[in-house]
């Protein structure tokens, strides 16, 4: 993407979405890793994706507090001004996609867990705290 073509602060905001874009990737790659051992009949090693979960969620928190804030400053601007920054706007569908895609994968990873018996049942949120279209609601909340 050419970041130099737009204006300061789109400019700033697709430079911060692509960092977060790439720590997402990082988190996926990291989740897919975990599905790949949890699906293979050898021994899974749950203390070595427990730690590189906690460092990656760390840094994760991170950028969303710091996205919280540019997402802020984007909602001020005039939405027809929005529509000339189409970077801006396909990093921020980037960066939804994938981390709907880790959200999912992630599930699938719980799930994996609790059938091993790695994961108390009690640990693992019920149906009832998340219901359908939870995901669905929330970007619905949140678009702008």
Not at 12 to 33: I, K, N, P, Q, W
Not at 56 to 66: A, I, Q, V
Not at 110 to 122: K, N, T
Request: a positive charge.
């Amino acid at each position: 993407m050419n970041t130099k073509t737009l204006p300061p602060f789109a400019s700033e905001l697709a430079s911060h979405l692509g960092g977060y874009l790439g720590l997402c990737e990082e988190v996926l790659s990291f989740t897919t890793r975990e599905s790949q051992a949890l699906a293979a009949q050898t021994d899974y090693q749950p203390f070595e994706f427990h730690q590189g979960r906690k460092a990656l969620l760390l840094r994760l928190d991170e950028g969303l507090n710091l996205l919280r804030v540019w997402r802020q400053g984007w909602q001020q601007v005039d939405p027809a001004e929005q529509m000339r920054y189409s970077e801006v706007k396909l990093l921020l569908q980037m960066v939804q996609d994938t981390l709907v895609r880790i959200l999912v994968l992630d599930r699938e990873n719980q799930q994996a867990l609790l059938r091993r018996g790695l994961v108390p049942a009690r640990h693992v949120p019920s149906f009832a705290s998340q219901p359908p279209h939870y995901a669905a609601q929330l970007y619905r909340r949140h678009a702008s």
